[in-house]
């Protein structure tokens, strides 16, 4: 038996940079003021079709969804921002305060072509703030996103784009939609279909012909209302004044049809053709589109998946072994052993020992396999004396550490390493 194509295990190594990726999330979501919300995998099929879009990619061939033994149609989430955004309708947390500051870790599921960084399982941390429009919580949801990979160690281009809004994208739309008339031999199946259904997608299409075309489109940024150009010139400045470097692309968009106003994405050329790390954007419709109250919002989901990769081309895989093995001579010391085990366990050490009575050597070797730092080594001799061999695995240093009944010198020297 192998896993399904697509999804894939994480195993021991793997998981430590994992948990080390959403620790870091989860302190900078913290310092920022966003509270986590945990939302199920199953939704209605008619929430994703509702808000991501019925003429799009993910709805039209992507989904994962199935009818329950009642008949009614469930899908596997694509995506957070829908998911979250029922609960926060469904509960009223707009009661709660005037904005709501909100993130979900977990997995989502989409039926794409596997890739590297690219899966039918992948995981995201989705960050949703929602209650005002103000162009500076833009920029405030910007900064913390890209504050999370410089906690990481990792580097990614930022790229800001303005998607209009409902007074000036209509318009654009028929720009747009008579410039991919012109040129409707040169596209690629899939985009002479979204040509009439949806062409803001066309300029997403990552085949090379469409790309080339796209290249000579017209911009959206051409044509934005006077609001929603002063909208992306405050967000500039602010981005300026936090000294965030990034490059405007007026031909970037989102596979999602809720997007409003600012759009962006975080970009690196170590993934190949999966360069994005994160993106998101506004979505001041989204919550009255979905029977809630009229309230702007603004989120962005960052890949797991991808952030683990990059950490892995830094060969940045921390240490995974205990702080503390105790080696064990003997029945009696392996029985003294046991208890200290315990003591060190709860006094806050990771700390393992053998438990099949083999010799020094062995242990030792057993020792060095699970990159432990300490070795406690306990014979009778250590027993009589009173005093354990303390042996430093990394430098290979070695002292003497009184058995006592309190753990002081022992916690002292493993914890000051």
């Known amino acids: 038996m192998q896993a399904l194509k697509g999804f894939k295990d994480i195993l021991p190594d ?29 939704e209605k099929t008619g929430l994703f079709a509702r808000s ?8 039209e061939k992507e989904m994962y969804t199935f009818s329950d033994r009642n008949g009614e149609s469930l899908t596997m989430r694509p ?11 469904e509960h009223a947390l707009h009661l709660r305060r005037p904005i709501n500051r909100l993130f979900t870790v977990g997995p989502m599921f989409r039926h794409e072509r596997p890739q590297k960084g690219r899966l039918r399982q992948f995981h995201q941390l989705s960050v949703e703030a929602l209650g005002s429009d103000h162009p500076r ?33 209509p318009a654009y739309r028929q720009k747009l939609i008579a410039f991919l008339g012109g040129h409707r031999e040169q596209l690629c199946e899939d985009c002479q279909r979204r040509t009439e259904s949806n062409p803001l997608r066309v300029l ?35 981005l300026d004044a936090l000294q965030i470097p990034y490059s405007l692309n007026p031909f970037m968009v989102r596979g999602l049809d809720y997007y409003t106003r600012t759009t962006f994405e975080l970009l690196t050329d170590a993934l190949g053709a999966q360069s994005a790390v994160g993106a998101g954007g506004r979505y001041d419709g989204l919550v009255r589109q979905l029977g809630g109250p009229d309230l702007p919002g603004i989120g962005f989901a960052l890949g797991m998946e991808r952030l683990v ?4 081309e830094q060969n940045a895989l921390p ?3 205990p702080d503390l093995f105790l080696a064990c001579l003997g029945e009696v010391a392996g029985a003294y052993g046991f208890k200290l085990l315990d003591r060190c366990r709860l006094a ?20 060095d396999r699970l990159n432990a730092r300490f070795v406690l080594i306990i014979g009778e001799a250590e027993l009589a004396s009173g005093q354990a061999v303390l042996r430093n695995l990394v430098s290979k240093e070695e002292r003497q550490i009184p058995l006592a009944a309190e753990l002081t010198d022992l916690l002292r020297v493993v914890r000051a390493d």
């Open 52 to 59: 991501i879009g019925e003429a799009t990619d993910i709805v």
């Open 204 to 238: 997403d299409c990552k085949s090379d012909n469409c790309r080339r075309l796209n290249a000579a489109a017209p911009a959206i940024l051409d044509s934005l209302c006077p609001s929603c150009a002063e909208h992306l010139a405050a967000v500039r400045r602010d």
């Open 137 to 169: 919580l833009d920029a405030e949801v910007i900064a913390m996103a890209r504050q999370i990979l410089v906690e990481l160690g990792l580097s990614a281009a930022l790229q800001l784009n303005s998607l209009g809004c409902p007074a000036c994208r």
């Open 79 to 89: 995506e957070g921002t829908a998911p979250v955004l029922r609960a926060f309708i």
């Open 309 to 312: 990769l990059l950490l892995q």
């Open 348 to 367: 806050g050490l990771s700390a393992l020992m053998d438990v099949q009575g083999r010799g020094l050597k062995s242990q030792m070797k057993q020792a």
């Open 14 to 42: 793997e998981a430590l940079l994992w948990q080390r990726v959403e620790a870091v999330a989860r302190d900078v979501f913290r310092r920022f003021g966003f509270e986590e919300i945990k939302v199920p995998i199953l």
């Open 319 to 321: 240490s995974s072994g």
